[in-house]
Every structure is written in structure tokens, then in C-alpha cells.
């Protein structure tokens, strides 16, 4: 029933999209995973055959069956837990049963999660502190003559230079006897914090010093007050910016609490990286490898995450987003 | 009867590391309540600074505005500016647009229904209400000016400021849009100034056209009364002789009196030449 023209093109318009959207990044895929694998079996190391793709996948099937094995002695531990008490209750009515936490070693996926919501909770802290001080530094070109040393000082700073000072400093201020955030937790996230927030601040305050003149002058013609200024005129022409900021600023996050993780044993794939360094086995270069590609796929979903609340966030749909 | 707009002998000096530059000269002009007047003169006279010291967006260094008896100082509605890049805040739609006009202006005096209504009357005046709820980028360039004109309206300003209203619109859309704009003008008789370097939209609109010599300190060179009588059409007019003379007398001032512009232009080149010559040298 369809003219044939029509389908003639249909059928062009999917093979166009097909070619680029998949054929091409798939083979992409291949090529890479074949020169991995030729160029892998070249290098040798004191624990063996570089890992090769084979390899990699092997060690993240063992990586989920460790995680599942986790699981099921987990609930066990539990089951067993109370029946002991339910037992010891039976026994002595008066008894009360304390409850403890199963203390199994994290698995692969355990550290996931917990680099996760750290790098969201420094990056969250850092675009809290950069999105209203890089607002307040672009309004005013005194605040920012003055903060601007500050800034081009602190920016270019590694993590592993501030991570010594946070640690020394968390372990001193936040000392409390029923602590609601692991100090391990705290160190990461404020360096991760302290580290991410330059891109944010520094793109939002471009961003707000570079409202267009126009805008101003309609502002001012309108004479509106200082808040509704803020919030109607220079808000929204700065969120392109202040997103852009806000990627970069959590591409760094990201980067920065791995490395943060790896030299102070804090809890996240950074730690399980250098524990398996340290445990040096056969299979470790293999499961650093699972990790290595594990953070560099999470690290794209993070800025696609950023990307598609940018799409629904910017008033600029005509503004090229990739 | 005093003076609705008196701009009395403003002169403005810009710092620039020159020493100052004195872009306007004592320029006075008196505006009746309702009268249209444009000022005409070759770019960089300095027609805009007039425009925007009397929106309050610059200070004059010396004289002084009077609306209705009182000092002007600052920008404020009551002088409403219609920019020549439509100026519409990007991320609102027409209607938003319009509104944020609305509410700063008329918060405390019209109800919620009352606002509502006011801004659907001036999008409707601009013929934009089809339009209200898209945004400035989803808008042709014409229509977008239209809605910043309803925006200036929607203030009810004592003086309507025009800066170069159509200037950037193609013929076609400027010659639509002239027309709404005397229609517009029939109904609410707004007092407007208007900048603009088309001598056939200064003839057509307005009641006095006021000429400006070239700068720096540039002045009011020249006024035009033009008695055409109301409504005008543009066709009629092409052939009338009184519009040819007007015309004629315009593109006189602008084109044998103030014939400053080109020779102003040769020696700014040979001066950058001569800067080109030396930074070679070196």
C-alpha cells in the first residue's frame, strides 16, 4: 500500500542514520578492542600478560559473582544473627539483643556505590558555594578584583596536595561519638569539593559579567529591583555558562575523588585500584582493568546526566549541546 | 501651558584616553505632549546619546531633562525605550515578555485580571497576540520588534523613545511595521522620539524632524515642520510635492550641508595606515 518512493526513502533515511549512529562508533568499538587485545599480549609485567579484552571480561564475571557470594553471606549473617538472639531471648527474657552490622569486605560494586555518592555530594557542595559567590563576583567588579588572586591561586591546586591538610582538619573539627558521616566519607568529599568548584565559579561569573548590554538597559528602563534583576535577567542569561561550568566541574570531581581515594584508603573505586595493586595477583592487573573502564563509563553517564538536565534547564535550545 | 519634554542645553563628554570627548553640544529641543519627532543625521552624530540621556541611560555633563516640570534623573518607565535590537529577554515568551514590563509598572495599582488584560490589549495593538506564547527565537525579526514595541506601550509612558525602531528589518517589514506604528499613533496620541538615518520613515511619521550636525559636539542643526495631514499613506504621499520638497530638504541638510562624513573617514584611514606603518618600523 505504500508508495515504493517513499519507502525507497524511509529505508535510505534509517541506513544514514544507522551508518552513523551505529555502525560506525561499533566498529570503532571493534577496532580498539582488537589492537587492545594484539597489543596486550606484547607486554609483560612481573604479574604477567598486560590484560587483554578476554581477560578483562573474565574478572568482571568473577568481580559479580564475588559481589553476589557477598550478598547471599550477608543475609545469612543476618538470618543467623537473629536467630541467636531470638534464641538467647527464649532463654533469658531479660536479654537485649544488641544488633550489629555485617562487616564483610565491600565488593567491587559496594565501592561503586559509595564513589558515587560521594562525588555527588562534593559536587553538590561545590556548586552550592560556586554558583551564588561566581553570581556575586560577576555582578561586581570589586568582589571580583578582590577574590580573583584568591581564585587563580587556589585553582591549578592537585587534590593530593589539599588531601593531607583536609584529612588533618576533618579528623580534628568533626569529632563526635555517634558520627552521622565516616570521616573517610568527609575527607573525600571536601577535596573533591575543593578541587571541582573552580570551573563553576569561574564560568558562572563570565557568565553574569557578560549579560548583553541591551538586557541591562531594558532593566534599568524598567528599574528593577536588585532581586528581580538578579533572578529575571541575570540568571538565565548565565545558565549556558554556568552549565558548561557545571560539566567540567563535575568531569573534575570525578577525576579528582578516584586519585583522592587511592591515597587515603578512603572507601571507592580508588581504594579497590590500589588494593588490588597492593594484593598483586595474577588476576589483579585484570580486575584494575574492569575498574579503569568502570570509572571511564561512569564518568560519561555522569556528564550525560549533566547534558540532559542542561537540555531541560538552558532556554537556548538553539545552542549546540554534545 | 508649560513644555511637556524640555531638553535644555545638554552637552556630554565621554572620557577616552585621549583626554574627554565632547560628543554633544548644547542641544535644546522642546517636545509638546503628543507631537512625533525624529532625529535625523548621519552615524556617529550623536543621535543616540541624545535619545539615551533623555531614557536617563546616560548623564549629561552639562544641562538638564524636563518632563511635566520635573528634573529627569535615571532611567525609569515613564520613558519607555523601544531598542533597535528588540532587546526581549530570551528566555520569556512575548507574552512574559510584556508581562515583567506590566508588573513592575502597574504591580500595585491593577489586579491580576486587569494586568492579564492590559498585556493581551497591547499585544493585540502590535496585531502579536497570535503569537503570545512563543519565545523571541521561535519569532521573525519583525514580529520580535513589534512585541518590543508593545512592551515600551504597556508602560504607558509620558515619552516614547524609539531608537532606530526598524533599522534593522528589511524594507518590506519596515514599511508594515510604519504603518502599524501610525495606527498605533492615531489611537493613543503618545508623545515619541524616535532616532533614525531613513529619511523617507523620518518624512512619513513624523510631526517635526529634527536634524543633527556630524560630531564631535555635534547639535541640533536644523528642524523640519512637516504638515502633511493625518492618517498619511505612503503611496499617495510618493507623488505629493509637499513630501517630495520635505524629502528634498532632509537629503539637502544630510547630504550638501553635513557633508562631513566621508573626508572624516579618509583621515581615520591614512591615521591607521600611518599606525600600520610604524608597527612595522618597529
Sequence with gaps: MIPSVTLAALKDKISAFSVKGILLPVFGILVFILLWQVGASRVHTSLGEFPGPVVVYEQWNSLVAEH???????????????????????????????????????????????????????????????????ILIGLNRSVYSALNPVIQVFKPVSPLAWLPLVTMVVSASYVSDDPMFSKSFLTSMFTVTLCCMWPTLINTAVGVAAVEKDLLNV???????????????????????????????????????????MLAQNPGLGKFVWDEFQNGSSNSLGRIMVAVLMIGFIGYLLDRVMLTIQRFASWDKTQVLR | MATHLDISHISIEFPTPKGPFKALDNVSLKIEKG??????????????????????LYDATEGGILLDGREVKGPGPERAVVFQN???????????????????????????????????????????????????????????????????????????????????????????????LME???DLNNTVIMITHDVDEAVLLSDRIVMMTNGPAATVGEILHVDLERPRDRLALANDPRYVDYRTQVLTFLYEKQRKVEPIQAVVKSKKTVTRAKVANA
Design chain 1, 68 to 134: 553476589q557470594r557477598e550478598r547471599v553471606k550477608e543475609e545469612k549473617f543476618y538470618v543467623r544473627q537473629e536467630e541467636r538472639n531470638a534464641e538467647r531471648q527464649a532463654k533469658d527474657p531479660s536479654y537485649v539483643a544488641t544488633l550489629r552490622d555485617y562487616t564483610g569486605k565491600p565488593t567491587f560494586f559496594d565501592q561503586i556505590f559509595t564513589s558515587l555518592y560521594t562525588v555527588l555530594a562534593g559536587f553538590g557542595l561545590a556548586s552550592l558555594i560556586a554558583i551564588p559567590l561566581g
Design chain 2, 184 to 186: 498605533i499613533q492615531k
Design chain 2, 86 to 180: 528588540h532587546s526581549l529577554l530570551p528566555w520569556l515568551t512575548s507574552y512574559q515578555n510584556v508581562e515583567l514590563a506590566v508588573k513592575q509598572v502597574f504591580r500595585k495599582i491593577k489586579s491580576k485580571k486587569e494586568m492579564h488584560d492590559w498585556i493581551m490589549h497591547n499585544l493585540e495593538l502590535v496585531h502579536m497576540t497570535h503569537a503570545a506564547d512563543k519565545r523571541p527565537d521561535e519569532i521573525s525579526g519583525g514580529m520580535k520588534q513589534r512585541v518590543g514595541i508593545a512592551r515600551a506601550l504597556a508602560m504607558e509612558p509620558s515619552v516614547l523613545l524609539m531608537d532606530e525602531p526598524f533599522g534593522a528589518l528589511d524594507a518590506l517589514t519596515r514599511a508594515h511595521l510604519q504603518d502599524s
Design chain 2, 35 to 56: 507631537e512625533f519627532v525624529s532625529l535625523i543625521g548621519h552615524s556617529g552624530c550623536g543621535k543616540s546619546t541624545v535619545l539615551n540621556i533623555v531614557a536617563g
Design chain 1, 219 to 261: 532593566s534599568k528602563v524598567l528599574r528593577l529591583g536588585w532581586m528581580t534583576h538578579v533572578m529575571k535577567i541575570v540568571i538565565p542569561s548565565a545558565i549556558p555558562l554556568m552549565f558548561t561550568g557545571l560539566r567540567l566541574s563535575l568531569g573534575i570531581a570525578w577525576m579528582v575523588l578516584i586519585a583522592a581515594e
